[in-house]
């Protein structure tokens, strides 16, 4: 079996926080305008013997990250499979209230198989805090209050916008050192078989090996609306949905769990895919009653 990984690059703050500003209800699917749709293959494959279990955005909900550790414990019972790892595509941490108790269990390994953890915008912007304090003027109001809180810092301060010196030193002192390291040590890439896994997604027209490290953890549009293939089906998440969304040439499986209480999970063995979903029963599965899928509002078009 044959996986590649794109290695995290060393990136100022600066550089991480281009994309930033707060809006609400963006609607990232845009026609493309002069793209000509490339020959999509008929058929994807993970190598024979391997199955994959890919997990969306968890945004510190760590009762549905528990949830899904035992549905798919119970998914392999009884299979004889050579090769079983499930993809995290990042964001495990803001706007749920469990982020501290996600990472730990990520940082623990405490799955039922092999994992591949990667990078989300959040975990950039969590990092990012640690070297600037400045961050935390976007950060708190993109989920961090609730990430710190659940780390048991107080953040009065941080509510009121003043004094992110010391919120800064509080978490430094209490975030243990096997978080760091698993937060640092996260990849934004991986590709298995005929298909890439990333949190947000690739810039059309760019090779997969090439891809921008901000593209990957942030971008939506030309992403989103791209029809072109990009030489393996991208597996995303980063733009929330009630449902997944399947394209020819992408797959996203942010079901917005902080959000909706569903935490989604794709399935790939062989040519078949298939979803796990853990959560709330009363979700509408499938279209809204337009006929499409029912998005969920990102912060901006480019960092959620």
């Known amino acids: 079996m044959s996986i590649t990984d794109h290695p995290v690059q060393a990136d100022g703050p ?4 281009r994309t930033t500003k707060f809006v609400r209800w963006v609607n ?3 026609k493309a305008r002069g793209e000509t749709p490339s020959p999509v293959p008929t058929t994807r494959r993970v190598p024979d ?3 994959m279990y890919c997990v969306g955005d968890i945004h510190g909900r760590d009762d549905l990250l528990g949830e899904m550790a035992e549905r798919i414990k119970a998914d392999m019972e009884g299979q004889s499979l050579d090769h079983v790892v499930t993809v995290f595509l990042g964001d495990y941490v803001d706007r749920g209230l469990g982020s501290m108790r996600v990472v730990e269990r990520l940082a623990r390994g405490d799955w039922p198989s092999s994992m591949i953890a990667l990078a989300g915008n959040h975990e950039d912007l969590l990092t990012a805090f640690l070297e600037d304090e400045g961050v935390l003027a976007t950060w708190r109001s993109l ?5 710190l809180h659940s780390y048991g810092v107080n953040v009065s301060l941080a509510m009121a916008g003043r004094d992110f010196r010391a919120v ?5 002192g209490v975030l243990p050192e096997r978080h760091r390291h698993f937060l640092e040590a996260l990849k934004v890439s991986t590709a298995i078989g005929d298909y890439f896994f990333c949190h947000a997604g690739v810039r059309p027209g760019v090779p997969l090996d090439r891809q921008d490290r901000n593209d990957l953890l942030n971008i939506r549009d030309p992403f989103l609306s791209s029809k072109v293939e990009h ?11 009630t449902t997944p969304e399947i394209r020819p040439n992408r797959i996203g499986i942010d ?4 959000a909706t209480g569903r935490l989604t999970c794709l399935v790939l063995e062989k040519d078949q895919r298939r979803f796990l979903q853990v959560g709330n029963d009363d979700l509408q599965r499938g279209v809204d009653g337009r006929g499409g899928t029912r998005n969920i509002a990102p912060d ?3 960092n959620r």
Do not use: C, D, M, W
């Not at 600066?14 to 926080?17: T, V």
């Not at 800064?168 to 430094?172: D, E, G, P, V």
């Open 14 to 17: 600066a550089k991480k926080l």
């Open 28 to 30: 990232p699917f845009i």
């Open 49 to 51: 013997g391997t199955r």
């Open 143 to 147: 989920g961090g209050l609730e990430t």
């Open 168 to 172: 800064q030193t509080a978490f430094a």
């Open 231 to 241: 030489g393996k089906l991208i597996v995303h998440g980063h733009t929330p949905a």
């Open 255 to 258: 079901t917005a769990a902080y």
């Open 300 to 302: 901006n078009g480019s």
